[in-house]
């Protein structure tokens, strides 16, 4: 599976739009991106996922570039609730079952 | 709620003892899986169940022993443990087996 580099930490105003950058400059044609966050000692949670269209649903939007060599998780009114861990995985879905999780980005939503 | 469900959440064993952890999904999945997260590390697939068969085992001391009597259930027998064994554990599930996984909110294991 590619590696992925995200940045270790970004605060967000609360209301506002929380925009999560990934790279995953080696990613191969048939990898999927995922994007997982995880709330401070409790189990990771699934947001979404895309191959080379954008996708959206009522957590959030996925925007990856046309080269697919990054993608921006989008969480449009960021509120509280929304401070933990985002993880962004490329995965093959077809072979192996494990998820990588690396360090992941810690967001912050500021009051 | 993710469908999938874990007890105990917080669990505190001495290393002389002899403990279960459950893990129960509603979901209709047919793929489980262990992970463990220590402090600062991220995290660590441990065993895989599909169809009730394991089919994976990432090198996990034999003190870990998963036991799947159906494919809404798994456990996670824990026999003489060490304190590095404290950990979260994370049990998920998925369908088809390579689809995103869903995931239990864990089992805080200390060993003391």
């Known amino acids: 599976d590619a590696k992925t580099t995200q940045p270790t930490s970004m605060d967000c105003a609360e209301g506002r739009a929380a925009n999560l950058p990934c790279n995953h400059s080696?990613?191969?044609?048939?990898?999927?991106v995922y994007w997982y966050r995880q709330i401070h000692s409790q189990g990771p949670q699934y947001i979404i996922h895309?191959?080379?269209n954008n996708e959206t649903n009522e957590m959030a939007s996925l925007i990856i570039t046309e080269d697919r060599k990054s993608s921006t998780l989008i969480l449009p009114h960021a509120t509280l609730r929304d401070t933990a861990v985002y993880y962004c995985?490329?995965?093959?879905?077809?072979?192996?079952?494990?998820?990588?999780f690396g360090t992941g980005t810690s967001l912050t939503v500021i009051p | 709620e993710t469908g999938v469900t874990q007890t105990p959440r917080h669990l505190v064993m001495g290393m002389t003892n002899k403990k279960s952890l459950k893990c129960e999904q509603h979901l209709g999945h047919n793929a489980m899986y262990w992970y463990k997260q220590s402090a600062k590390k991220p995290l660590e697939l441990m065993f895989v169940?599909?169809?009730?068969?394991?089919?994976e085992n990432n090198s996990v001391p034999s003190r870990f022993s998963p036991e799947c009597p159906n494919s809404s259930h798994l456990f996670l027998h824990l026999h003489t443990l060490q304190p590095e064994d404290s950990a979260l554990y994370l049990c998920?599930?998925?369908?088809?087996?390579?689809?995103?996984?869903?995931f239990g909110p864990g089992t805080r294991l200390t060993v003391t």
């Open positions: 169940y599909n169809f009730k068969e394991q089919t």
């Open positions: 995985i490329v995965r093959v879905t077809n072979t192996g079952n494990q998820f990588y």
């Open positions: 080696t990613i191969s044609g048939n990898e999927y």
């Open positions: 998920a599930s998925s369908q088809p087996p390579q689809s995103e996984q869903y």
């Open positions: 895309g191959l080379k």
